[in-house]
């Protein structure tokens, strides 16, 4: 199959933006570019969106699991008739239809509260819609010398009469480290609730961060801010140590997209390990200070 990446920038004079999509790895990026789109509004967003979409019948649409796209998303889906999947952690392309020319989307998401991950087609109805958490996909490299084409759309306003008027945008404060961005993550589980000073320890040797699962912040152990998982934050860092995390569905949607995962666990049937690049059964207690022992002797 061979299927074109379109981009959709949607905003004001923002034209100059079109080639950083192509870098990112767009084949073509539509933009509209409109005084009414300076601002971010459901209204006109939407409008503008739905018709781009009627106009060049894209078999699927894709957008950002944010706060702005799960408002976005679910608005152009109503009117357009079509299914839509929210916060997916995977999807693939069902091979047995692909080899018919058709590219049919296997979405998953977590469901039932994050207890089980459900896989959603939408088979009759087209675009395929989705939108996809933070950090579930690496972003590749960008190439400065990649060329797409360039199409400027101008939506045809049945209304420019906003219903919602925004007054004040206040900037939210941000406290302490953003773990979304961090390369290195230590996480730790209710396994590790009596020793997070030493987990601490192997996050500060190795430059990284500290972070937690539900379990940990539940019992007041670590801040809501570092939590991973279904409830808390998406992460994909280059390495994401596990300790004492037994591997439940709702924190593993959470970093199972990190480049490599080790974990410690002394329960050797933890569910942790099914997707675990390097597993370590054994007693936090032993396993960290050796850990800690061995970065500094590798410094050395």
Known sequence: MNFQVVGVLLGHNIKDKANDVIAHGADKVIVVDDALL?????????DALTQVINSFKPDSFLTGATVLGRDLA??????????LT?????IEIDQEKAKDGEALLLVTRPT??????????????????????????????VDASRTGEVVEFTPEWTDTDPKVIVKEVIAKVVEGVDITKADILVGAGRGAEDCLDMVQAVAEELGGEL????????DGFADKAIQVGQTGKTVGPKLYIACGISGAIQHVAGMSGSDTIVAINKDPDAPIFQIADY?????LKLVIPALIKEIKESRK
Do not use: H
């Open 38 to 46: 300076e601002g971010y509004s459901t209204q006109f967003y939407a």
């Open 74 to 83: 679910p608005r152009v889906a109503a009117r357009l008739n079509a299914g």
């Open 86 to 90: 929210a916060d997916a952690t995977k």
């Open 112 to 141: 039932f509260g994050g207890n089980l991950f459900g896989t959603i087609v939408c088979p009759d109805t087209r675009p395929q819609m989705a939108t996809i958490r933070p950090n579930v996909f690496s972003m590749d490299a």
């Open 211 to 218: 972070c937690a699962s539900r379990a940990v912040v539940d």
């Open 279 to 283: 597993s370590v059964v054994g007693d």
